[in-house]
């Protein structure tokens, strides 16, 4: 910093070491009480050099400070000495500690005596709390100054007040302050567990004291439930609870509506702490519960449902009543279904909490019908019984829930952010997750029984719930809760069941259907989601298969007529009639009906087209419609596929075509503009989807060359091209237009030969056009076609095929090989030397009667040398494996061995000097492999590279000559794979000063 921002900064805090009183008031009122921000940033930076300053004068400021009339000024001067305590606490001695002490509790009891600032009280207490914390933290033999405090506020009323303010901050400060260590947090938490009977004996003597006068001591009742609800995480002993009649006194201030909300807070973390502790003693648990049973159960009920007040309040005094309620029934779930009298009483409040408009109600309510589940799961008989006793219930309770999964109705004006549909989003999946528990209780054989619940309007005229806020009694909301329900269960239905329900959501969706475009957008997408989920059971019911697939379309229309108002609606639909048809048999029910499919298709496309649909819309819709129809296509007669497949597939190319022209065009004038972007964007999304129709589209059945989809492929391949080609070869298009080609490829099996030539040849072109730059480029189309040609091989094709295989493979290893000569390896993507080699490997696995020329084979086994310096893992193990197959088929062949004996030690130096330097443990396999098929083709001159390697290796303390030749001599007399790669680690680890079997 410059000089004089360092004197600005010594200056102030040598003043604010020395301030007076009235000096740091004065700082205090600059922050409050100006506007000016140079004085207030001056006024902050002194007040925070005063706070870290040290010695006597400051902690009298502190004192000082308190005694003043303003809030401001107590308030500062006691976080001043909470900070100064924290901070400082273990450098004062033993008499400067009294005397804080005392000082500080004579301000807090004068504050509270004179009605003062309850933040000022509270910053007071805090520093008490954190006195009594460091000095129980640090010493051992300390331990017992809490238990003392606690002793001496039961025989001062005085103190009585700010001992529940102290000791409520203890445990919190203990979970907050960063100032302990590990050790000395455990220890303070130990002492504290310790006090905590002392600290018990505290509150029964307080109870007793507000039961004999409550007008004299009543304020001291919500000090006592904080200070219980604070401890109750450490946790307070339950048997001291019991003995001293304080859990009997929490049970019966919760009768009074007063004290309700606090008495809740104290007995829900009392019981979810102590769940062993309750589960040793049954008859507190017991007791517990027929205490709370006897409060008012109308009372509760309105309280769980928000009607006992309005605003905030009222929802925060439901959650706090039924957190408390699902907490002690969940940990008690036994003991609540034991009794029938019980069990009812507390099944309706949970009733009434499962159907609040209050979310986090509801959420505390799953708790206990996930024990439910787990207790009709388990292996005790008698559980069980209790829970499929309560059978009728859960298909009441499943109804509920169905309906708190729906969306509530929001003004047009109101939209969620992202963090509340989140919170939603994950309140709808336990929803999910609980409502199949449910079912699996009650049998999932009800679900009719549930559908009738939620679809019959009598059935909601005694609902528990809110009708108003949670919307039973509306038609379209309990449609939804349907529709939630049965999506909920569609997983866990076998066929049987689904066979059983298939009837009656077929009746359902017959009478709704007509009325769907006049619902809420919400029940029109549940439907079409339903329809795919239930679409692998369509088969069983080819009458519901045609009435699911013409309401998808019938929805598809008039999602695309009504977009702005429906958004999602025509995707949604496209994408349900999608997982309709790709049920073999939905496909071959409307095969018959192709050509009037085709026609709808056409003619929605033109309205989303018409309608100015974004480009990215339309997209989306075409997509699953595209798809669809192939998937019929493929169901079809194979005669009559001809004229409908070029209807399918036509416009596609007529679209692309136009977008090559408009790109040809528009490119050479406009390079960089919005124009450019928006055509490159439309040719990516239309290859995209011929992709689609190609990947769909498996013709195997296709017998000749004539096949109408190899005629359309040799049209649209050269397209694709000149697309690629008219944006001047860009990334996007070129990715676009190769995964094209590769799924077109891979749908023609062994029918692409016609055109495998002038293929091959232009997938060269492109890889040198690109630079090998494209990782899904020009090889890794050809490794494709290449994988799919040797894999159903047909006699009379198979020397046309390996010509053309060697001509393409050929000519990519000269262009491949001279740019990794001209050191432009970084050009070429890994998955690109992936793919290369890949394709090298497969040509030689499979067509070991081939020879490629000799002006490739050198170039190719140059590249070897070259791949084997790159760090990039897949490259290496592609390269390697090349290596390997090269290395074991060369002794049949003579100018395969010439080759190896000119490269192998160039290639062998390489290996060696990686396995000393940069490889990879985990390749040590594949080099073994390299290794064990050179020593069984070239073992003599294996010998000689090896030996000539090791000793041109950077020689270093580790890399003693030992170990040189063990590694030479353990790859020379291997007998298998095994033993060389037990060398080749042995020499990696030692080489690199590594032990013997060490093991990353």
Request: glycine residues 4%; negative net charge; hydrophobic residues 50%.
């Amino acid at each position: 910093l410059p000089r004089r921002v360092w004197y600005l900064i010594v200056m102030e805090r040598g003043a604010a070491a020395v301030a007076s009183a009235e000096t740091v008031a004065a700082w205090v009122r600059t922050i409050y009480g100006t506007t000016d921000a140079a004085a207030r940033d001056a006024a902050h930076r002194a007040l925070l050099a005063f706070q870290a300053s040290g010695g006597d004068h400051a902690w009298r400021v502190c004192f000082e400070l308190l005694l003043q009339s303003e809030e401001n000024l107590q308030f500062f001067g006691a976080s001043t000495l909470q900070h100064k305590v924290k901070q400082g606490w273990r450098d004062l001695g033993a008499e400067q500690r009294a005397q804080v002490t005392a000082c500080t509790m004579a301000q807090l009891k004068r504050v509270l005596g004179s009605g003062g600032s309850t933040v000022v009280v509270t910053r007071l207490a805090v520093a008490l709390a954190t006195a009594l914390l460091h000095t129980v933290a640090w010493d051992d033999a300390a331990g017992g100054v809490i238990s003392g405090f606690a002793h001496q506020a039961a025989s001062d009323r005085s103190l009585l007040l700010p001992a529940f303010f102290i000791f409520t901050a203890l445990p919190e400060l203990l979970a907050e302050d960063d100032t302990f260590t590990t050790e000395a947090t455990e220890l303070a938490r130990k002492q504290l567990r310790l006090s905590s009977r002392d600290l018990v004996n505290l509150l029964a003597y307080s109870f007793n004291l507000v039961a004999a006068d409550a007008a004299a001591n009543g304020q001291l009742l919500p000090h006592i439930f904080k200070c219980m609800q604070s401890w109750a995480q450490l946790p307070l002993p339950l048997d001291a609870l019991l003995e001293s009649g304080c859990w009997g006194c929490v049970l019966s201030y919760a009768a009074d509506p007063a004290w309700l909300e606090p008495c809740c807070d104290v007995i829900e973390d009392v019981v979810a702490i102590s769940v062993a502790e309750f589960a040793r003693r049954p008859n507190a648990a017991a007791d517990t519960l027929a205490a709370i049973a006897r409060l008012p159960e109308q009372q509760l009920l309105a309280i769980i449902r928000g009607d006992s007040g309005r605003g905030e309040a009222a929802g925060k005094r439901a959650c706090t009543v039924s957190r408390m309620l699902c907490v002690l029934c969940e940990t008690h779930v036994l003991t609540v279904l034991a009794s029938p009298a019980l069990a009812a009483h507390y099944i309706r409040l949970l009733m009434a909490c499962s159907s609040s408009p209050i979310r986090e109600s509801v959420e505390n309510a799953l708790g206990f019908w996930n024990e439910v589940h787990l207790l009709a799961q388990g292996t005790d008989p008698d559980a069980r019984a209790v829970a499929q006793q309560l059978s009728g219930t859960l298909v009441e309770l499943s109804a509920v829930l169905a309906l708190q999964c729906i969306p509530p109705h929001l003004p047009p004006s109101t939209t969620w952010d992202q963090d509340e549909q989140e919170r939603f989003a994950a309140f709808r999946s336990n929803i999910g997750n609980t409502l199949l528990q449910l079912l699996e209780v009650a049998g999932l054989g009800c679900v009719s029984r549930i559908l009738d619940a939620l679809l019959d309007p009598a059935s909601h005229s005694g609902c528990v719930c809110n009708a108003v806020q949670c919307g039973c009694g509306s038609e379209w909301r309990r449609c939804e809760g349907a529709v939630f329900c049965l999506a909920s269960v569609a997983d866990a239905l076998d066929t049987v069941q689904a066979e059983r329900l298939l009837p009656q959501l077929l009746g359902w969706l017959r009478g709704v259907a007509p009325q769907l475009q006049a619902r809420p957008p919400a029940l029109t997408l549940g439907v079409l989601s339903l329809l795919a989920q239930y679409a692998q059971w369509m088969s069983r019911s080819p009458e519901f298969a045609l009435f699911a697939v013409d309401l998808c379309l019938s929805l598809l229309r008039d999602g695309v007529a009504a977009a702005a108002t429906r958004p999602g609606q025509a995707q949604n639909a496209a994408t349900a009639f999608l997982k309709l048809v790709e049920r073999e048999e939905v496909a071959q029910l409307l095969a018959p009906q192709c050509g009037a499919l085709v026609d709808f298709c056409d003619a929605t496309a033109a309205a989303a087209t018409a309608a100015a649909l974004p480009l990215r819309t339309q997209y989306h819709l075409r997509l699953p419609v595209t798809e669809a129809l192939c998937e019929v296509l493929r169901a079809a007669d194979p005669a009559a596929v001809a004229p409908t497949l070029e209807r399918v597939l036509g416009p596609l190319r007529s679209w692309l075509e136009d977008l090559v022209n408009r790109a040809a065009a528009t490119i050479t004038n406009t390079n960089g503009s919005d124009d450019v972007a928006e055509l490159q964007e439309a040719t990516v999304l239309v290859l995209y989807l011929m992709k689609a129709a190609a990947k769909r589209l498996d013709w195997s059945i296709a017998s000749d060359a004539t096949h109408p989809l190899l005629l359309h492929f040799a049209r649209d391949f050269p397209l694709a091209m000149r697309a690629a080609e008219a944006h001047n070869w860009c990334e996007p298009v070129v990715r676009c237009a190769c995964q094209y080609t590769r799924s077109a490829v891979l749908s023609l099996h062994s029918h692409v030969l016609p055109l495998l030539s002038d293929l091959l040849n232009a997938l060269c072109a492109l890889f040198e056009r690109t630079g090998g730059a494209e990782p899904l480029g020009a090889v890794g189309v050809a490794t494709s076609i290449f994988r799919d040609s040797t894999v159903t091989p047909v006699a009379p094709t198979a020397a046309a095929r390996r010509e053309c295989m060697s001509a393409a493979l050929e000519r990519l290893t000269r262009r491949y090989s001279a740019q990794l000569a001209s050191c432009q390896l970084a050009r070429l993507k890994p998955d690109t030397v992936k793919e290369f080699f890949q394709l090298a490997s497969q040509f030689l696995e499979y067509q070991t009667t081939v020879t490629l020329s000799s002006a490739a084979l050198p170039e190719l086994m140059s590249s070897v040398a070259l791949s084997l310096a790159t760090p990039q893992r897949n490259t290496l193990v592609s390269t390697l494996r090349f290596l390997s197959l090269f290395a074991r088929t060369c002794s049949a062949r003579p100018e395969r061995l010439q080759l190896l004996l000119t490269f192998g030690a160039s290639i062998t130096n390489t290996l060696v000097v990686a396995l000393t330097t940069s490889l990879s443990r985990t390749l040590a396999p594949a080099v073994a492999e390299v290794l064990f098929a050179l020593q069984n083709a070239v073992p003599n001159e294996l010998r000689q590279w090896l030996c000539a390697a090791v000793n041109a290796a950077q020689r270093g303390p580790h890399l003693t000559q030992v170990v040189r030749d063990k590694f030479v001599n353990g790859v020379m007399v291997a007998r298998n794979k095994t033993e060389v790669g037990t060398a080749v680690n042995d020499y990696m680890t030692q080489s690199r000063g590594l032990p013997l079997g060490f093991q990353p």
